[in-house]
């Protein structure tokens, strides 16, 4: 999918990022900056491998949407799916790759605060990765306290609750991911994570994250989720469908095509955090990472 990555290199630089000045703009200039991106990839296809990749990428986009975000869907369901990714995760390694990744923005904040950092998980849903976090960064003596955040009760009591009998150092709050300015003290939290779930948010959901994360006095945000592509379309529903969860290999299939590529991933920090310094790259063929390291001064709000 090179052509694609270059078309998408090429249609990013040619968008410049709105202005907003309150939350409701900025989700609607977000949504409408990928649009346009998305619009200008099209428009920009001159080869005939360039207009193959952008007709094989509208066909991997979907609206579908995932089990797991489906208000109806039993919660047993939901609850047997996130154990089926724990699972998944922990074959694959990816809590490790995952503290790996994190590392150097709860180092560089240890540096700059000389303390331990506080860092929050934006919907963490059932809690297994903050509670792998938290158990891997205090084996490896990383200056890190770790914490969870939900806005579904259930999973916050039940990840508190296993925190709690496997004595894991970590906790669980009740928290709308949008909504930070009423939940958050200015300076509570020094790096915020989104891991595994970027794709189930809009453009203009995760600029909000991105700017109410800077607007609370943070140092950095620091997002992961699959790498959209061809191969990733592929590979993953068919090993997914070696648990023999119908619902589980559907919401694989249906995350491959959501997964943000990574130009759009820059757009939408760029939008959200515009004095911030915003990296995107790959680990490895599957995996994106956002980085955004805020400007001390803050973000517009």
Known sequence: MLQLEKLNRL???????????TMEELEIVADEAILRLRRARLELARSRAERFASRLERRIDTSAVEYLDRPGHPEALKLRQIRWLHRQNVVL???????????????????????????????????????????????????????????????VDDANRRAREASVPTEFRLLNAFDLARAVRPGEVDVALILQSMHHFTPGQLAKMIAQVGASGARSFVGIDGR??????????????????RFFAHDALVSTRRFYAEAELQLIAEVAAPRARVEVRSDGPFVSMLSVEYDPRGSPA
């Open 11 to 21: 249609a990013r630089a040619a968008i410049d990022p709105p202005a907003w000045s």
């Open 93 to 155: 390694r990816s809590y490790h790759r995952f503290v790996r990744l994190v590392t150097p923005a709860i180092e560089r904040a240890a540096r700059a605060l000389q303390r331990d950092v506080n860092v929050l998980e934006l919907a963490s849903g059932a809690g297994e990765m903050t509670l792998a976090l938290a158990r891997l960064t205090r084996a490896r003596a990383l200056p890190a306290r770790i914490a969870g955040s939900d806005i579904v009760q259930s999973y």
């Open 228 to 245: 959209r592509g061809i191969l990733i379309v592929g590979m993953l529903p068919a090993l997914c469908l070696l648990s023999l969860d």
